[in-house]
């Protein structure tokens, strides 16, 4: 079974803070995706990667960046976190383009 | 763009019935196409996958799911359903053409003891 661990799992920030939400997966794959979940607009893709040191534009891209160091570990970065941005994030893992993804529990974000 | 559309917000079904969620994408080539499912304050897991060949695929827990090219449609279905399978399921589809993975704005399934 994949396994994908976020970090933290849940985060209470203030307006105007930087915030790093952290990703971390065994299994080797090659791309990795991050999601925002809200009532009402299902998932959306933030940032993806295809490996170590590349990332990539998702749909709703403004406001955040990725950082993808190693295979195993890519991050989320809000350099300045606004109210907005209060959501659950979720990572996930794909071997590639045209497989299943892998989930993390989630990480539940709030900025107040 | 392409699009998945699950047109049910909410399903609502007695435990012990069967079930059906619907999916449909738009997109004129050939899909990779997956159903997903997810438990409160979880991630989402797997259910099943469709890549290729007998277009009804089995999945976990009792659930399969049938792959109607002529309809776009990808809908799932269970015979019997427990009140444990209440959660939130989603629809996806990966087009072979820039292999885009897009996901259905999810179905919310409540049981009824």
């Known amino acids: 079974e994949a396994a994908v661990t976020q970090s933290p799992r849940n985060k209470v920030a203030v307006t105007g803070g930087k915030v790093t939400l952290s990703c971390n997966q065994t299994?080797?794959?090659?791309?990795m995706y991050w999601y925002r979940q809200d009532t009402g607009h299902g998932l959306r893709l933030i940032h993806y990667?295809?490996?170590?040191?590349?990332?990539e534009k998702g749909d709703i891209p403004d406001g955040y960046k990725a950082s993808r160091p190693s295979q195993e570990n890519f991050s989320l970065i809000l350099e300045l976190a606004t109210p907005s941005q209060t959501s659950v994030y979720f990572c996930a893992s794909g071997a590639s383009a045209n497989t299943e993804v892998f989930f993390g529990k989630g990480t539940r974000l709030t900025v107040v | 763009a392409q699009s998945v559309t699950q047109p049910d917000a909410r399903v609502t079904v007695s435990e012990g019935a069967s079930l059906q969620l619907r999916c449909k994408y738009s997109y004129s080539g050939t899909p990779y196409l997956f159903w997903y499912v997810q438990y409160p304050r979880q991630g989402l897991q797997l259910l099943l996958k469709y890549y290729s060949g007998d277009p009804v695929v089995q999945g976990v827990n009792g659930f399969e799911a049938e792959f109607i090219k002529s309809n776009s449609s990808f809908h799932l279905r269970k015979a019997s359903v427990h009140w444990s399978d209440s959660a939130v399921y989603f629809c996806a589809v990966i087009e072979d053409s820039n292999y885009q993975l897009i996901w259905g704005s999810g179905t919310k399934l409540i049981i009824k003891p």
């Open positions: 299994n080797n794959h090659n791309n």
């Open positions: 990667s295809y490996g170590a040191g590349s990332t």
